[in-house]
């Protein structure tokens, strides 16, 4: 049994049941605020260690509700509905509890980057999201630009190469965030990712051994 079996065994009723319907809805009504009301509701929300060490503790659980700095409704609702789908889909998939986990583990990233560094958003916790969405249905299919039926796995390894170069171009308070941002995903895949990778280069080892063997 693993340590998350073992966890929900234990604690498996607390949880937050449609976990991302919250945070979506949570999304839309800030940014209806922001836009419709005042603009200075977006930096009262966000992760900030200065903020925090003088008072502001609800910035913990605030910046996951930051959305998308966008004018454009259209633009916003399909992040957002997008954003939903694979939230729920794994969800469906992993059940309530351990969903949840996943979520706060980024969270909890996302906090101690910011805690390091000064401050930290939300980006690569939503990354995470759809990466782990990647990992577990590959083949499903999504409109690119909301015409061209493409893959997933494809999509995913484009965000990958992304993100990687984000992560080297990043300053320091990036760099922070986009890594502790990754926990939750880190702490579900981590493990099976290092794995492929060693034997992958197991493999390729010994296709080389194999191909030199024939030139002698």
Not at 30 to 45: G, K, S
Not at 73 to 91: C, K, N, T
Request: glycine letters at 8%; one cysteine or more; proline letters at 3%.
């Amino acid at each position: 049994m693993s340590w998350l079996d073992k966890l929900e065994r234990r604690y498996g009723r607390f949880y937050i049941s449609n976990l991302m319907l919250w945070v979506v809805g949570g999304q839309l009504v800030v940014w209806l605020l922001v836009m419709l009301v005042d603009f200075r509701v977006y930096p009262m929300l966000t992760l900030s260690r200065w903020e925090l060490f003088h008072g502001q503790v609800w910035r913990l659980v605030s910046f996951i509700f930051l959305p998308p700095l966008s004018a454009n409704p259209l633009l916003v609702a399909l992040s957002l509905y997008f954003d939903y789908i694979i939230g729920v889909s794994l969800e469906r998939q992993w059940g309530g509890f351990c969903f949840n986990v996943f979520f706060l583990a980024g969270m909890l990233g996302s906090i101690a980057a910011a805690l390091l560094v000064g401050s930290a958003d939300n980006s690569a916790l939503g990354l995470s999201l759809f990466f782990a969405f990647a990992m577990l249905f590959p083949e499903a299919q999504v409109l690119l630009f909301y015409v061209l039926p493409v893959k997933v796995k494809w999509l995913g390894w484009i965000a990958a190469g992304l993100y990687l170069w984000q992560l080297l171009t990043a300053s320091l308070t990036g760099k922070a965030s986009l890594l502790l941002g990754m926990a939750g995903f880190l702490l579900f895949f981590g493990r099976s990712l290092f794995d492929q990778a060693r034997r992958s280069i197991v493999n390729y080892r010994r296709r080389q051994q194999w191909k030199n063997q024939w030139k002698k």
